[in-house]
């Protein structure tokens, strides 16, 4: 796991690595909804709820939620590196967690969608910080990512006449 303990440095090459993410998740996302298009599954809304996309509150309520999301989910993560235990058993227990947020944004066929994006965020967060133990940065480089990413897709359903993310 050389790969993954060689932290990103630089706001430069930070902003590219959460650039990249997101545009990772952006071709990954269409390519599977296009599978799913094609075998005829459809995807069940996304549950929670519903903000207005035009408010001036938007971008900080998508934040704060963000924020939340990635303490949840990366918490537990920063606490087994403290405990120092083997990458076998970490990684197969990342791999659990981002399956549950998947499922939790509305069924079982969101973990091909959220729960994959977890499993980029959780490598974005180890690789900017967090097998540095330097939980902070790792934190806000996971957030900014999902933020960019959650604007994104707010911003497309505005495009497309939506009202409410």
Request: include cysteine.
């Amino acid at each position: 796991m050389k790969w993954l303990s060689r932290e990103i440095c630089g706001w430069k090459n930070l902003a590219l690595a959460i650039l990249f993410v997101t545009a990772a998740q952006y071709f990954y996302t269409a390519g599977m909804s296009d599978i799913f298009h094609f075998l005829g599954i459809k995807l069940s809304p996304v549950e929670g709820k519903e903000y207005l996309i035009y408010a001036f509150s938007f971008p900080f309520i998508i934040l704060r939620i963000v924020f939340w999301e990635e303490v949840q989910y990366r918490l537990p993560v920063a606490l087994l590196l403290e405990l120092k235990l083997p990458h076998w058993i970490i990684f197969p227990i990342i791999f659990s967690l981002q399956l549950y947020f998947g499922s939790l944004h509305g069924g079982m066929e969101h973990i091909f969608f959220q729960g994959a994006g977890g499993v980029a965020y959780c490598v974005l967060f180890l690789k900017c910080g967090g097998m540095q133990r330097r939980y902070a940065k790792a934190l806000g480089s996971v957030t900014a990512a999902h933020f960019a990413w959650d604007m994104l897709i707010a911003s497309i359903c505005a495009y497309y006449g939506a009202t409410t993310f």
